[in-house]
C-alpha cells in the first residue's frame, strides 16, 4: 500500500507562487512514476506534471510549461510542485498519484493511489 498526503495550498495573488508537497509511505519508490493532476470546479481531472522516481525523467502539459517544475526528493520521499507566476485559471484541487509503472501517462485512470488534495485558489 502506499499512502499519498499533500500539504501547501492556499490563496495567493496572480503572478504569485506557491509550493506543494507530497509525502509518500508504504511501499518502496523504486519503480513508480509520480503524478500531479488538479480538478477545478466543473471541470475534469487533468494532468499537470509527472516524476519518474527512478532517474527523475519529467513531463509537462503545455499549458503550465515553463511555469510549474516537479521534482523529488529520495531522502524524503516527497515529491514536489513548484509553482510560479500563477494565473486565475489555475485555481483548482491538486492531488498526487502514484502509478506502478515507469512509463509516464497523463491518463488518471492508470495511477493507482491518490491523495485527498489541496487547494490552490489564485485571485486576480
Known amino acids: 500500500q502506499v499512502q499519498l498526503v499533500e500539504s501547501g495550498g492556499g490563496l495567493v495573488q496572480a503572478g504569485g507562487s506557491l509550493r506543494l508537497s507530497c509525502a509518500a509511505s508504504g511501499r518502496t519508490f523504486s519503480s513508480y512514476v509520480l503524478g500531479w493532476f488538479r480538478q477545478a470546479p466543473g471541470k475534469e481531472r487533468e494532468f499537470v506534471a509527472a516524476?519518474?522516481?527512478?532517474?527523475?525523467?519529467?513531463y509537462y502539459a503545455d499549458s503550465v510549461k515553463g511555469r510549474l517544475t516537479i521534482s523529488r526528493d529520495i531522502a524524503k520521499k516527497t515529491v514536489y510542485l513548484q509553482m510560479n507566476n500563477l494565473k486565475p485559471e489555475d485555481t483548482a484541487v491538486y492531488y498526487c498519484?502514484?502509478?506502478?509503472?515507469?512509463?509516464?501517462?497523463?491518463?488518471?485512470?492508470?495511477?493507482?493511489?491518490w491523495g485527498q488534495g489541496t487547494q490552490v485558489t489564485v485571485s486576480s
Open positions: 498519484a502514484a502509478d506502478f509503472n515507469q512509463i509516464i501517462t497523463t491518463t488518471s485512470s492508470t495511477y493507482d493511489y
Open positions: 516524476i519518474r522516481w527512478s532517474g527523475g525523467l519529467t
